[in-house]
């Protein structure tokens, strides 16, 4: 059966979403939702544009919405509003309000009979699975994670969402020091800001207060007010010129010991390098749909996360494929 998806903001990971669901013959993109003018937005697929006010109209014409909004301000309302009518899924990753976000959708999810799974993508998603694994085998141990050097989505969503600021692109940059003292073994202890420096390229609207916006940026709770941040504005045509691409990765690493004496020293590392942050981790999420409605259609309902999925319900492979090519 053809998994029948629906997009909900056309922004870069909506795009992303769009060819990652072209690339996958068990789902379909049946319509992209938008708070927009419908005749302005233009898709790469011959796919109904529908304002979001029109949505109900479309509940039993989507299996699995996927929610494309920002992390800031957009899911937090979104995701348990539109579970009330939709399995949905989206990629919210402020991790610090991830079980307030995870509570409420539960909750909303619940009360409808619909199931949410929320915080996909890479990180969280991807690597949070990582990470659990690393605990698991090495309980004794320490965790790392770097991310970079590449452009965060959800950061640089949060500063264009500053008063006065017309587009913005923010840069995460691991710090090379502590990336290899973590390679060494050494077990160093790490507080958040030696570990990563947030750049930030700026375009300001017309007369709008730099030096203001500037400290609202670098005081942003839960985005930069724990990192050495710097802020660069510059025009519109230099951010074009320099900043379109949306590059991104990361790694994450255990160091940890075994043996009777813990005599032994093992270190595991996962790393991504992504040429397209919004095309990666619209992948993801489009993985997660095809989980979303195999779970769904068990009769499950409320929030899951990553942790809650089992590996075979991503794969489009048949159980006896995975076991005879994957195992």
Request: proline content about 4%; some cysteine; aromatic content about 8%.
């Amino acid at each position: 059966m053809t998994i029948k998806v629906g997009i909900l903001g056309y922004g870069n990971i909506g795009r992303g979403i769009e060819s990652a669901i072209k690339q996958n013959a068990d789902m379909e993109l049946a319509a992209v939702f938008t708070r927009r003018d419908p005749a302005s937005v233009v898709t790469k697929t011959d796919v109904p544009v529908v304002h979001v006010d029109d949505i109900a109209d479309w509940k039993d014409k989507v299996d699995v919405m996927i929610l494309c909004g920002g992390s800031a301000t957009d899911l937090p309302v979104q995701t348990p509003e539109y579970v009330k009518m939709f399995n949905v899924i989206d990629s919210f990753d402020t991790h610090a309000r991830i079980p307030e976000h995870f509570a409420n959708v539960d909750k909303a999810a619940k009360e409808s009979g619909k199931l949410g799974i929320i915080s996909l993508g890479w990180d969280p998603g991807m690597f949070s699975l990582l990470r659990l694994y690393s605990d698991a085998i090495l309980p004794n141990g320490k965790d790392y994670t770097f991310w970079g050097k590449g452009i965060s989505q959800g950061h640089s969503d949060a500063i264009r969402r500053v008063k006065g600021v017309k587009d913005a692109k923010q840069y995460t940059i691991p710090i090379e020091a502590a990336l290899d003292a973590v390679r060494s073994g050494s077990n160093p202890e790490l507080s958040t800001r030696e570990k990563h420096i947030r750049e930030c390229f700026v375009v300001l609207e017309e007369g709008a207060d730099a030096a203001a916006i500037e400290n609202e940026i670098k005081t942003m709770p839960n985005y930069f007010a724990d990192y050495d941040t710097i802020v660069n504005f510059i025009d519109e045509e230099e951010f074009k010129a320099n900043h379109s691409a949306m590059p991104h990765g990361g790694f994450v690493l255990r160091s940890g010991k075994t043996g009777f004496d813990n005599e032994h020293d093992h270190i595991i590392e996962y790393s991504l390098k992504l040429d397209s942050n919004p095309e990666f981790t619209g992948s993801a999420m489009v993985a997660f749909a095809r989980a979303c409605y195999r779970m769904a259609a068990e009769g499950q309902t409320g929030c899951r996360t990553a942790f809650d999925v089992a590996p075979a319900y991503l794969s489009a492979k048949l159980p006896e494929e995975l076991r005879e090519h994957m195992l």
